[in-house]
Structures are given as structure tokens and as C-alpha cells.
């Protein structure tokens, strides 16, 4: 392969990108549009689901589609970036059908998997990621939901926030703290029945749409058979499963992003001031120039990265090249999302418009799976390492 096709995707690749994207605008984004706003709508998994794009991302042995046994991070990228240019509703509902199942599907036991990942594949089953709490996010290692031993098992109490999918999903991936005092090496993941006795929660409202709540814990029993991984090895299964999807969110940026892009070239072209299009200001076709740009630097960054990482998961690059990634594609998306709004003038700000919409769904990639200031620090360290 030569350098300039570093990047470059294959005919098949283009070809999947294509047909996810009619897809989503045909098929799946007047389902969205159906959906209750910020609730989880079972239609859309089911459609993701009847459509194949949920059998994707799970392996043909778990009820999935796939020969291999996980779904390449390039390929998650993809799905992501092109159901993101057509419908976010869409884009999230299939990520956090994998973000909720994969800690499952990475560490859990023959039995969990067969239980579990079936019915998130098929679409009859939601799951939730559920790490942050109240008091503790970015440092996630120090979270206090207690796990108190019960016999052959645990009870647990405490509080979760902020969760994709709660309190609505069917199975949490939950993690709580086994060991006190000994951060995130006293942590461990536990398999959570959304009908567990003593789970309850209530939803939170965000600027854009999202279904997400916060969980209440009050003596939840668990065994030994809900453990994922090993006990105080939770943070590992936490961390397998980002380091796959971190790329990904760089990738929802990017697809936000390019139909920001494609919306300000349009329009651009088309709308009149002071007798000529706006294209023909240079101001404005400069602008363009640097969100193609942008956009661009950001994608490539995100294959790159989601490339380093299907080399070898455990390379030791792929940390540093996923920060980088998440943290560039999803600031430069706000930059392009903003001016992409300014050049549309007051229209953009009318409820409704894709760049309200935009505007709106843009700012949250910023703060989830690792804030943009959290990316910087792993970089950073990463520099010194
Ligand atoms: C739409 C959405 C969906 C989400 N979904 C999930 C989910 O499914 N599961 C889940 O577990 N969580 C989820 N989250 C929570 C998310 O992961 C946290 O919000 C995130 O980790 C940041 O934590 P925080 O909001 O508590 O901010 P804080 O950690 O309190 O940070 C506040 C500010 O301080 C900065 N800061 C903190 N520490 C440092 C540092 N060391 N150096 C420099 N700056 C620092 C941060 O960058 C940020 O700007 C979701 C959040 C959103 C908005």
C-alpha cells in the first residue's frame, strides 16, 4: 500500500458506507422522528436490528452476523459516520446497543454472553454502560457504589448518573466497589437485570435529546455468576471495551460534522446577498475550505486510529492515537457545526433545522467516554511515557 491510499477505503467499504447511509435516511430517521425525545426507542433498535446493522456489530455464534468473534474498530467507525450524516436518533441507538453489550461480550462467561447478547443483537434487548456516579466521573476509578458481601454474592447500594439508556434498559453493565480504599483496583462489573429488586431510577433531560437517567441501588443482590471478569477487575473490562469504542465517538463527530459541511455548501451556493452567492465572498468560501478541512484531519485521525487499534488491541499505541482522535474529531466537529450556522444566518436557529439540531447534538461528545481535557492528559502522559 502506498502512502497517499494510506486512508483510503476499499470499494466494499464505500459500498457499505453508501447503503448504511440511504438506510438511515430512507428507513430509520422517520422512525427516529416517531420516537418519544430523549426516551429509548425500541422501534429504532428493532428496525437496526430487522435491517442488520445491530447483527454487525456481534459475532454469528452470539446472534450476530459476523464470522470473526468482535467487530473491527474501523468498521464500527464507519457504521457510526454514516448513520451520524443522516440521523444522530439512529447512530446512537446502535452505539449504545454495543457500548452497553460489549463489556459482556469481551469478559463475560460463556453463559452471560448466551444470555445476554442474543436479545441486544436481535433487538429485543437494550443494555446500558453504567460507570459514572453523582460524585465521580472523569475520575471514574474512585466511584463508591458499594458492593457489600451477602453470602456466595453481593448487595449493592448506591447511586449511578448519567447513564445512556437508564432507567429503561432491560441489563445494566455495572460497576461497583468491592475492595474500599484501593481505586480503580478495588472495582469490579457486575451483570444487572433492569428488573432487579432494588434498581430504580428516573431519566434526565438534556439539551439534545438522549435517553439517560440516573439509577438508585437500595441492596441489590448479585452472585457470583453476575461477576464479569474477575472480582477487582473491573476496571480492565471497563477499559477493553472503551478502547474500541473511543475511536467511534470521533467518528460520530466526524459524520456530524460532514452534514454540517454539506449543508453550508449548499447553501452557500444557492443564497443570494448583495447580488451574488454567498460561495463568491471570500470570506465565506474561506470558511468552507477550512471546515473540509477540518473535517478531513478528523476522519483521517479516526481511521487511523481505529486502524492502530485492529492491528493489535493491545498495542501500546493505540491509547495515545485514540485520545487523539476522540479529542480532535469532536472539537473540530464544534467549530464546523458553529460555522456552518453562522454562515446559514437566523435559519440555522429556527427548532427544527438540522443545524439547531446539530448545535444541539455536538456538545456532548465533548464531555462523554473521556472529556476533551481527560484526552489531553492521556496524551500528554503518553508523550512522557
Ligand atoms: C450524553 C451523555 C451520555 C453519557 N453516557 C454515559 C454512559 O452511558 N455511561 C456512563 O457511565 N457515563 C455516561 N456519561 C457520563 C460521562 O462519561 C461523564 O459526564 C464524563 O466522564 C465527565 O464526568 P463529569 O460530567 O462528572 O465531569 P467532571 O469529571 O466533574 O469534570 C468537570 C470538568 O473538569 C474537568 N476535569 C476533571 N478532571 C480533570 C483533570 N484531571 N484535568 C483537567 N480537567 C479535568 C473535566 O474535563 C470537565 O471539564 C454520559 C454523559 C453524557 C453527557
Known sequence: MTPAHAFALTPEQRRMVEETRSLARDVLAPIAEGGDPGRVNRTLVGALAEHGLLPRLFPASAGGSREDDRISALELCLLREALAMESTEAETALALQGLGAYPILLSGSPEQVRRWI???????????????????????????????????GWRLTGQKAFISNAPEADVYTLFARTTPDS??????????PGDAAGLSGTSIELIAPHPIGRLELDGVRVSGEDVLGDVDGGFRVAMRTLDLFRPSVGAFAVGMAQAALDAAVAHAGARRAFGRPLREFQAVSHALAEM??????????????????????????????????????TEAAQWVVDRAVQIHGARALERGHLLEHLYREVRAPRIYEGTTEIQREIVARELYR
Open 118 to 152: 442474543p436479545p441486544v443483537a436481535g433487538g429485543a434487548a437494550v443494555p446500558a454502560f453504567a460507570l459514572t456516579e453523582p460524585e465521580h466521573g472523569s475520575d471514574a476509578g474512585a466511584l463508591e457504589l458499594a458492593a457489600e458481601p451477602d453470602g456466595d
Open 183 to 192: 481505586g480503580p483496583k478495588g472495582v469490579t462489573a457486575f451483570v444487572v
Open 292 to 329: 473540509a478541512t477540518r473535517t478531513q484531519a478528523a476522519r483521517l485521525l479516526v481511521y487511523a486510529a481505529a486502524s492502530t487499534y485492529d492491528a493489535d488491541p493491545e498495542d501500546g499505541a493505540v491509547t495515545r492515537a485514540s485520545a487523539m482522535a476522540k479529542l480532535a474529531a
